[in-house]
């Protein structure tokens, strides 16, 4: 740990204090996560290969895809290492928070690991049973949801909070602050899941997300700039900022290996985790909704295979040609990178208006 080595010794020598500062920590973390991505993405990629844990392409997509067949998976392992390995690095080791956003991101990461085996180890197509993945799902939804809500410290925690509305918080229940929370966990652990279905596709969108929170975290975490910018101020949500940006940085590296044409994806131990680490942080810093309008590319894509479910058992008839909706491009014609890039630029600009309703109110 090496941000409590420098606060032991930043007494005896000088310039050792700079490691105080979040912004520099942050980027140290970010920097780190990002070379040991690269430094350990071939060797993880090579390892997959000869274990022969490759990708199982589905007969009823896009043809396109026939050729991915065999890719190594279950590459999110490496997101996760290197995000744990780099946040105990450089944030500080007694932060409440940061370990609860650890614990579900790894929980999360265990339910994907464990379906991932099934599926690409074990040979079973259909994986981890979804009543029994939706259970263990539940179950670290609520615990997370429920430790948060009974260490609260400071009222602000469990209020609702509407962006672009000054002084509007709203006192919630055990029950609603839970269930609230409940849902935007594993909400958002699935929303990415479903969105992994391209070469880079999920990764981009949430580690710009990611960013974006860990940039409301700093704000909310300094007493200063969270009534300047009339945010709820949660105190300790500032070290968060070092968690957003190794995850950010470790996702970054894992796409330099992911992007089109793919040497490895991600599976279900990284689309789980990662959504919801993003549901659980902007649950702590109470951005809910900014966050699901951020995260605008998750929702579409959930939404997709909702109403495409829902006509078809009501109807019979189909809405997209298929779903998630990024495959409904593909089949119209768009080439995969295209779909990818503009998706990309779709994310962009809504975390650039997620950010905005930090001056807005």
């Given at each position: 740990m090496l941000y409590w080595l420098t606060q032991q010794f930043a007494g005896h020598i000088s310039g050792l204090h700079v490691f105080s500062y979040l912004t520099f920590r942050a980027i140290l973390a970010m920097a780190t996560a990002l070379g040991l991505s690269l430094l350990l993405g071939p060797l993880v990629i090579e390892r997959l290969t000869r274990g022969q844990i490759g990708q199982v392409v589905r007969t009823d997509g896009p043809q396109t895809h026939l050729v991915k067949g065999g890719t190594p998976t279950m590459g999110g392992a490496l997101i996760l290492v290197v995000t744990l390995v780099t946040t105990l690095l450089w944030a500080e080791p007694a932060s409440r928070l940061v370990w609860t956003v650890l614990g579900v991101t790894f929980a999360f990461g265990l339910i994907g690991f464990y379906d991932d085996y099934l599926k690409l180890?074990?040979?079973?197509?259909?994986?981890?049973?979804?009543?029994?993945?939706?259970?263990?799902?539940?179950?670290?939804g609520l615990a997370t949801a429920a430790t948060l809500y009974y260490t609260a410290q400071e009222p602000a925690e469990t209020a609702?909070?509407?962006?672009?509305?000054?002084?509007?918080?709203?006192p919630l229940s055990a029950f609603g602050f839970i269930a609230f929370a409940y849902l935007m966990i594993v909400g958002m652990s699935n929303a990415v899941n479903l969105t992994d279905g391209l070469d880079g596709l999920a990764i981009m969108p949430a580690a710009l997300v990611t960013s974006a929170l860990?940039?409301?975290?700093?704000?909310?975490?300094?007493?200063?700039?969270?009534?300047?910018?009339?945010?709820?101020?949660?105190?300790?949500?500032?070290?968060?900022?070092?968690?957003?940006?190794?995850l950010s940085g470790a996702g970054l590296g894992f796409l330099w290996f992911n992007s089109y044409p793919a040497q490895v994806f991600m599976g279900d131990v990284g689309a789980l985790a990662i959504g919801a680490a993003i549901g659980v942080l902007s649950v702590i810093v109470r951005q809910e909704l900014v966050a699901l309008f951020m995260g605008g590319i998750f929702v579409l894509e959930t939404a997709s295979v909702i109403l495409q479910v829902a006509s078809?058992?009501?109807?019979?008839?189909?809405?997209?040609?298929?779903?998630?909706?990024?495959?409904?491009?593909?089949?119209?014609?768009w080439a995969e990178p295209k779909v990818i890039v503009r998706f990309w630029i779709i994310s962009l600009l809504l975390v650039l208006a997620g950010l905005a309703t930090l001056k807005l109110r």
């Open positions: 180890v074990v040979r079973n197509p259909r994986g981890l049973v979804p009543r029994w993945k939706y259970f263990w799902q539940s179950v670290a609702l909070y509407l962006p672009f509305v000054k002084n509007f918080a709203v860990g940039i409301f975290a700093y704000a909310s975490g300094n007493a200063v700039f969270a009534h300047y910018l009339q945010i709820p101020e949660i105190r300790g949500a500032g070290e968060l900022l070092i968690f957003c940006a190794s078809f058992k009501l109807t019979g008839r189909r809405i997209f040609r298929m779903a998630p909706i990024h495959h409904h491009f593909e089949l119209k014609g």
